[in-house]
């Protein structure tokens, strides 16, 4: 089999019947061992009380096959809590979590304008928090193995289908989602996809009757999607951040596109004429946005500007010839300070070197003590480490220096933006003066004092296991 997943671990939510089933049964097939999460809910959510039964019977059926092995878990992903059990389940019984496919999902009833909040909120449950709970949930597992696959799912409505808006306004923030995790994604070998699934199943057999539904029961079983999707879950397959189209034995790439930026002045007839030229049928021009940084473009900013803002000036001496010692002995404490342009901010790396291991952590008055990430002493006598910042933007910065005989460190300091080098500097840092014990002491009430202040940001909120 070319395409197996022995040894792979994966869940799948909503997996109890319709497509989810279909999902985990196809990867079980494939030597996957699989947790097949459902709550055995009704369509719209509210209906029935949550009970394992449903996916305890789908987990026997996949067990029956005696390929990947199924555990049943009948929460719902509404819940962190839930989302943290099942992962618990996956690294206790088969000592990791390689794929996440989150398939739960409810139809809405109310219609606009007469919205009802309590049923958005449930939408939101299931369909947004229910990705990010086990997105967060996984996240350092997948992280440390440096390897994952995610699938979330949206749907075709979010392109405008029906009025009943819970729905689909909850399905678009996952395109969202999935573009903005996948980034942080990308130096982990954590891909993350979104899908616009198109099937026969319990859901849309709500549609009303006609030819629409008659050709989707005959033509579109769920069993159709499970190749693509696992295709997207396998280690061979390297895309991320992509939307695709899946039903009836077919699939699309889905974009997000834009045209060119047409200028305007202050006039709205000005806007007139150039709305008449962005409004043609003519689509051979469009453009595809990949990231935040192609829109920008679009709008005038230079490629240098939009790294600019993202930038960061390390302070710089000039560079002396230094004759580098082997630094596995050495056992200090550096300060360097990095100003960021956005909001005037300085940041103090503080980095300490102990045998052939490298630690330390960013100290940032605004935001407290960020990501510590050990490095190492490679060669003897150069270190590397790496540090990320989560603020303004998720970026890592890795340092590469040597020391001198008096442990003064000099190298360079490489930023790293979305896989792209946004900054390239040389740096100079002198050690930490005075007693080691008492440069410690004040190291660790100085990131006590910043810890107490911090203000995480919305993703390491997100990330943190707190
Ligand atoms: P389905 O109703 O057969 O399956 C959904 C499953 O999710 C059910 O078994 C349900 O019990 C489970 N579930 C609901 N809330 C849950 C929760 N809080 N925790 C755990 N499990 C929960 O429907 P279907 O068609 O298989 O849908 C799968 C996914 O595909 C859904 O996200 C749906 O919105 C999406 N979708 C389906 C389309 C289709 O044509 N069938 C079209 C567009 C999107």
């Not at 459902?38 to 719209?44: A, E, N, P, R, S």
């Not at 719902?76 to 099942?86: F, G, I, L, R, W």
């Not at 999707?229 to 790439?253: A, P, Q």
């Amino acid at each position: 089999m070319s395409f197996s997943f022995e040894g792979k671990v994966a869940i799948v939510t909503g997996a109890g019947g319709g497509l989810g089933f279909a999902y985990a049964k196809y990867l079980a097939e494939h030597g996957c061992n699989v947790i097949v999460n459902d709550l055995g809910g009704g369509t719209f959510g509210v209906d029935g009380k949550p009970s394992s039964k449903v996916a305890d019977e789908a987990a026997q059926k996949i067990n029956a096959l005696g390929k990947g092995k199924a555990i049943a878990d009948g929460h719902s992903v509404s819940e962190y809590k839930s989302a943290e059990m099942m992962v618990e389940t996956a690294i206790k019984n088969w000592g990791r979590i390689d794929i996440i496919v989150n398939n739960a999902g409810i139809a809405s009833t109310s219609v606009f304008p007469n919205v009802d909040k309590d049923e958005v909120e449930l939408h939101l449950g299931v369909h947004v928090m229910g990705a990010v709970n086990t997105m967060r949930a996984a996240w350092p597992h997948m992280v440390k193995q440096k390897y994952g696959r995610i699938i979330n799912t949206a749907s075709d409505s979010i392109l405008g289908f029906s009025p009943q808006i819970s729905y689909p306004s909850m399905k678009s923030a996952l395109i969202g989602l999935t573009r903005n995790v996948g980034l942080l994604g990308k130096e982990h070998n954590i891909n993350v996809n979104v899908i616009l699934p198109a099937a026969f199943t319990r859901l849309s057999a709500l549609l009303p009757e006609s030819d629409f539904r008659d050709h989707l029961e005959q033509d579109f079983q769920p069993e159709k999607l499970a190749p693509v999707i696992s295709y997207l879950c396998h280690e061979k397959c390297d895309i991320t951040r992509e939307i695709f189209s899946v039903g009836g034995g077919k699939f699309s790439r889905v974009v997000l596109a834009s045209s060119e930026a047409v200028p305007v002045d202050m006039t709205m007839e000005s806007v007139e004429n150039q709305m008449a030229n962005l409004m043609t049928e003519n689509t051979a021009d469009l453009f595809l946005l990949k990231t935040t940084f192609d829109d920008l473009q679009n709008l005038g900013f230079s490629e240098e500007e939009y790294k600019l803002f993202y930038d960061m000036t390390a302070t710089q001496d000039e560079l002396e010839d230094i004759d580098a010692i082997k630094i596995d002995s050495v056992d200090n404490v550096w300060d360097i300070t990095v100003k960021s342009p956005v909001g005037d901010q300085f940041s103090t790396l503080v980095m300490k070197s102990e045998s052939g291991a490298l630690k330390g952590h960013v100290l940032n008055e605004e935001h407290g003590s960020q990501t510590i990430i050990d490095g190492k002493i490679e060669n003897g006598d150069t270190m590397v480490w790496k540090c990320k910042l989560t603020k303004p933007v998720p970026m890592t910065l890795t340092y590469t220096m040597q020391a001198d005989k008096d442990q003064k460190i000099q190298g360079k300091v490489v930023g790293t933006l979305m896989g792209k080098s946004v900054m390239d500097c040389a740096v100079i840092g002198k050690p930490v003066q005075g007693d080691k014990a008492e440069t410690a002491k004040a190291e660790s009430a100085k990131q006590a004092e910043l810890d107490s202040q911090k203000k995480p940001g919305i993703l390491s909120k997100l990330f943190s296991k707190a």
